[in-house]
């Protein structure tokens, strides 16, 4: 008797290890999903955006708008960093994500056009 409800013991450990394994594939199959659209997405508009030539004088003006608060009415920084010479610290990809996603707080994200990030993008290149 003792072998028989071992195996029926073993059958059931073998049938819930298997549940469990292919419940964590689903959502480790669902997770990567997320990620590869958020990131094909995330690169289409990163693509997008350094093939327009921004004007660095609208950029300005959306710099005026958003970011002075923050670092400054000439960019010289304040709560945020002096952003003159960002461009040689940061790539254009760099800065985009910096921007789009507040990657280092208190910075908060934008939500912005591939336009209107072509033009910061400019002005940030005059800051230089």
Same mark, same amino acid.
């Given at each position: 008797?003792?072998?028989?409800?071992?195996?029926?013991?073993?059958?059931?450990?073998?049938?819930?290890?298997?549940?469990?394994?292919?419940?964590?594939?689903?959502?480790?199959?669902?997770?990567?999903?997320?990620?590869?659209? !958020?990131?094909? &997405?995330?690169? +289409?508009?990163?693509?997008?955006? #350094?093939?327009?030539?921004?004007?660095?004088? %609208?950029? *300005?003006?959306?710099?005026?708008?958003?970011?002075?608060?923050?670092?400054?009415?000439?960019?010289?920084?304040?709560?945020?960093?002096?952003?003159?010479?960002?461009?040689?610290?940061? !790539?254009?990809? &760099?800065?985009? +994500?910096?921007?789009?996603?507040? #990657?280092?707080?208190?910075?908060?994200?934008? %939500?912005? *056009?591939?336009?209107?990030?072509?033009?910061?993008?400019?002005?940030?290149?005059?800051?230089?």
């Amino acid at each position: 008797m003792s072998t028989s409800s071992s195996t029926a013991a073993e059958r059931d450990f073998k049938r819930d290890f298997l549940k469990i394994f292919f419940v964590a594939f689903g959502v480790l199959l669902i997770c990567f999903s997320i990620f590869s659209v !958020n990131h094909h &997405e995330n690169n +289409k508009y990163i693509i997008e955006t #350094l093939e327009l030539n921004g004007s660095a004088e %609208e950029g *300005d003006a959306l710099f005026k708008i958003n970011c002075v608060g923050c670092h400054g009415i000439t960019a010289r920084g304040l709560v945020g960093p002096d952003l003159h010479s960002i461009t040689q610290r940061l !790539n254009d990809k &760099e800065i985009i +994500k910096q921007v789009t996603g507040g #990657l280092t707080p208190p910075m908060p994200s934008f %939500e912005i *056009d591939p336009v209107n990030m072509s033009n910061l993008l400019k002005y940030l290149h005059s800051l230089e």
